[in-house]
């Protein structure tokens, strides 16, 4: 699981166990769960699955020692339809 909290401002600093960068902090869990499970611990941090943006981020932020991890694109609403679980638009060009 890889969440990204999201700063509105400058943060000083992360909570135990994240990993700040630029305006944000990120928190890695080799815990095995669901994506609806990864996306409810997510939540209950007051978090959500990491979105994309652009390749830079991803290479940046891929977990270490991890080939596998759950981001936040998803089809749940709509077959087909993607879209970030945290209401950002997804660019299929980006990918």
């Not at 401002?9 to 960068?21: A, D, I, Q, S, V």
């Not at 080939?67 to 709509?78: K, T």
Request: glycine fraction near 6%; proline fraction near 4%; charged fraction near 20%.
């Amino acid at each position: 699981m890889l969440a990204v909290l999201k700063s509105s401002g400058k943060l000083t600093c992360c909570e135990e166990g994240w990993r700040p960068y630029e305006e944000r902090c990120y928190f890695f869990s080799s815990d095995m769960k669901s994506w609806h499970d990864a996306l409810e611990d997510c939540v209950s941090k007051g978090s959500n699955l990491m979105s994309i943006q652009d390749i830079h981020e991803q290479v940046r932020h891929t977990p270490p020692h991890t080939s596998i991890f759950w981001i936040g694109l998803n089809d749940v609403a709509s077959e087909g339809n993607w879209e970030w679980s945290d209401g950002t638009v997804f660019y299929p060009y980006l990918s």
